[in-house]
């Protein structure tokens, strides 16, 4: 659980709202849990190998999380969500690739490429 405590560190959760500080903490622990017990890890509707989620882990920072949340919240208004904590596990782990694109496309919508 080395890995889980730097992680958390890393991801600076006491900067993010209280009330997603827990479910982020313990979706980030399931993750790491998922690595440790299955060589195949169910994110979504992805089954992804664990030395793959493993290597993604290492990209959790506090804007990751932050997006994660983000994107939850933004979810949460357009849909009923049944498990709560899986769900954000599956943005916490998706925001780590989306975080970048998706950033770019709000540049892009509001005109302020090159």
């Given amino acids: 659980m080395d890995k889980y405590k730097k992680t958390i560190n890393k991801c600076e959760l006491y ?6 500080r827990d479910a982020t903490a313990h979706a980030i622990k399931l993750l790491f849990l998922d690595i440790e017990k299955n060589r195949r890890i169910n ?3 992805n ?7 493993e290597e993604d882990m290492e990209k959790l920072d506090f804007f990751v999380i932050e997006h994660a949340v983000n994107k939850f919240k933004e979810a949460s208004r357009e849909k009923k969500i049944r498990n709560t904590v899986a769900y954000l596990k ?3 782990y998706n925001s780590i690739h989306d975080i ?7 540049i892009r919508y509001k005109g302020f490429t090159m």
């Avoid at 089954?47 to 989620?53: F, G, L, Q, R």
């Avoid at 970048?100 to 709000?106: G, R, S, Y």
């Fill in 15 to 20: 900067a993010i709202e209280e009330k997603y």
């Fill in 43 to 45: 994110i979504g509707d």
């Fill in 47 to 53: 089954i992804i190998p664990a030395e793959i989620v």
């Fill in 90 to 92: 599956v943005c916490i």
């Fill in 100 to 106: 970048k694109l998706d950033i770019d496309a709000d």
